[in-house]
C-alpha cells in the first residue's frame, strides 16, 4: 500500500478483555515497529521486527502483550487480560532494512473502561 | 541508554518569528538523530534525521538542526514561522541504528497570528 496501515482506528473494550491490533506496513519494508503513546508523552518503543522475527522486544512491557508477523508483513499487537493504564494510541511504523527513515501509521487509539 | 530532553513542553511564536525548538540527547555511541512532526489526528512525520553525516541537516517545511557534539544538542530551527508549523514536535534518538527509537517527551509549537 501507498502507507503504512492500522486497524482499527479506535477500540473501546471492557477491562479484562483481549484485543487485537493490526499493522499492515509499505510493501517491501522488512523492518516494523510497535511503539505506544499515552496522553502527553512521546512514543515509547514496544517491540521490533526484522522479518517475521522479533529482534527486540525489550520495551513490551509485561506479558500481556505479545506481538506477532508470521508472514513477515502484516504483525499483530495482542493484549491479553487489557488494565485501564493500557489505554494509549497504539503506532506502528515500517522501514526499509537498513534505512533509518522509518513511516508510521495513524495509530490506533485503545480505551479500556 | 539513551535518552532525550526536550525543553519546554509548549512554545509560542508570532507568525514570521523565528522557531527555536530544543532537543538535548543522551548516548553511549555515536547516536542517530530525528525530528519528528504530528498534527492533529495523524500520525508521526520524519521532518529531518541526523546520521554522522553533515551537522547541519535540513528537512522539509524549511526546518533545519545542528548536530552539536560538545554540547549533545540537536535543536530544531525555521528563520520563519508560518501559521501551518502549528503541531507536536518530537525530538527521538537511536543508538548505532534504526531499531530502537527513544523519543522525547514533545513540544507544542503553537503559531499566533
Known amino acids: 500500500g501507498a502507507g503504512v496501515s492500522q486497524t482499527p482506528s479506535n477500540k473501546v473494550t471492557e477491562k479484562g478483555k483481549y484485543v487485537e491490533l493490526r499493522c499492515d506496513p509499505i510493501?517491501?519494508?522488512?523492518?516494523l515497529y510497535w511503539y505506544r503513546q499515552s496522553l502527553g508523552q512521546g512514543p515509547e518503543f514496544l517491540i521490533y521486527f526484522q522479518g517475521t522475527g522479533a529482534a527486540d522486544d525489550s520495551g513490551l512491557p509485561n506479558d500481556r502483550f505479545f506481538a506477532v508477523r508470521p508472514e513477515g508483513s502484516v504483525s499483530t499487537l495482542k493484549i491479553q487480560r487489557t488494565e485501564r493504564g493500557d489505554s494509549a494510541v497504539y503506532l506502528c511504523?515500517?522501514?526499509?532494512?537498513?534505512?533509518?527513515?522509518?513511516?508510521f501509521g495513524q495509530g490506533t487509539r485503545l480505551t479500556v473502561v | 541508554a539513551q535518552s532525550v530532553t526536550q525543553l519546554g513542553s509548549h512554545v509560542s511564536v508570532s507568525e514570521g518569528a523565528l522557531v527555536l525548538l530544543r532537543c538535548n540527547y543522551s548516548s553511549s555511541v555515536p547516536p542517530y538523530l530525528f525530528w519528528y512532526v504530528q498534527y492533529p489526528n495523524q500520525g508521526l512525520q520524519l521532518l529531518l534525521k541526523y546520521t554522522s553525516a553533515a551537522t547541519l541537516v535540513k528537512g522539509i517545511n524549511g526546518f533545519e538542526a545542528e548536530f552539536k557534539k560538545s554540547e549533545t544538542s540537536f535543536h530544531l530551527t525555521k528563520p520563519s514561522a508560518h501559521m501551518s508549523d502549528a503541531a507536536e514536535y518530537f525530538c527521538a534518538v537511536s543508538e548505532g541504528g534504526y531499531q530502537k527509537v527513544t523519543f522525547g517527551i514533545g513540544t507544542k509549537l503553537q503559531v499566533i497570528p
Open positions: 510493501s517491501g519494508h522488512t523492518a
Open positions: 511504523a515500517s522501514s526499509r532494512h537498513g534505512d533509518p527513515e522509518a513511516f
